[in-house]
């Protein structure tokens, strides 16, 4: 098994520019979560799955959306970038319904200008 | 707003002593805890939990402590290595949320040999 794979690992966008971060699992697992981490400070929840179909939001969604065609895939997308959305972003996936045991990718690195 | 916090910022241990990384969390609905350690460009790696109805869980060299009372949680690492440098987060089920993890915001461990 990959795990979960993170998709590019690093990218530069300019303000107001859109961009889809890539996650997958081939962990066949039903809980799948997005973080982003800025310096000094732990991982914020943005939006999350319990299952194809179905999203909800988590601590810091605006400017964020989410969809889940997939068992395998949750995609990040950010519709119009904005310097304050320049973090460290991570999936994570779990094999129960929820947050336990989470498996986290290695990250993007986002950097908007 | 409720938040988990740590009390050390950093922590600088020698190799093969004993290491306690503290944090308080101030939600009580709370109960589920799961420390965390990140390495240096790396996602972070599931170390242990705890659930509310008990107070301490060892593991492998690691032991999570769970004061409930003056909400505190501790991680106890024995025999520390220069493998356990890192950064290590505590976080909890944000009001008892089963899909939802509040982040501390994390010790920086570094084992000196």
């Known amino acids: 098994n990959a795990g979960v794979t993170q998709t590019p690992k690093f990218q530069v966008l300019k303000t107001g520019q859109s961009m889809t971060l890539q996650c997958a699992q081939d962990?066949?697992?039903?809980?799948m979560s997005w973080y982003r981490q800025d310096p000094g400070m732990g991982l914020r929840l943005i939006h999350y799955?319990?299952?194809?179909?179905?999203?909800d939001q988590g601590e810091v969604p605006n400017g964020y959306n989410v969809s889940r065609s997939t068992t395998e895939d949750f995609p990040l997308r950010l519709l119009s970038a904005a310097p304050s959305q320049t973090s460290v972003y991570f999936c994570?996936?779990?094999?129960?319904?929820?947050?336990?045991?989470?498996?986290f990718g290695p990250g993007t690195r986002l950097l908007v200008l | 707003g409720e938040s988990v916090g740590l009390h050390l910022p950093t922590l600088s241990v020698q190799e093969g002593d004993n290491s306690i990384i503290n944090c308080a969390y101030s939600?009580?609905?709370?109960?589920?805890f799961i420390w965390y350690k990140q390495e240096s460009g790396k996602g972070p790696q599931f170390i242990i939990d705890?659930?509310?109805?008990?107070d301490k869980r060892q593991g492998q060299r690691v032991t999570v402590l769970l004061n409930k009372t003056v909400k505190h949680l501790s991680l106890q690492i024995a025999a520390t290595q220069p493998g356990d440098s890192a950064v290590y987060f505590c976080?909890?089920?944000?009001?008892?949320?089963?899909?939802?993890?509040?982040f501390g915001k994390g010790t920086l461990l570094t084992v000196n040999p």
């Open positions: 994570a996936s779990s094999y129960s319904r929820g947050i336990e045991t989470q498996y």
């Open positions: 962990m066949n697992h039903e809980y």
């Open positions: 799955s319990v299952g194809a179909g179905i999203t």
């Open positions: 939600n009580s609905a709370s109960d589920y």
């Open positions: 705890i659930r509310s109805n008990m």
């Open positions: 976080a909890e089920n944000s009001g008892g949320s089963n899909y939802k993890l509040t």
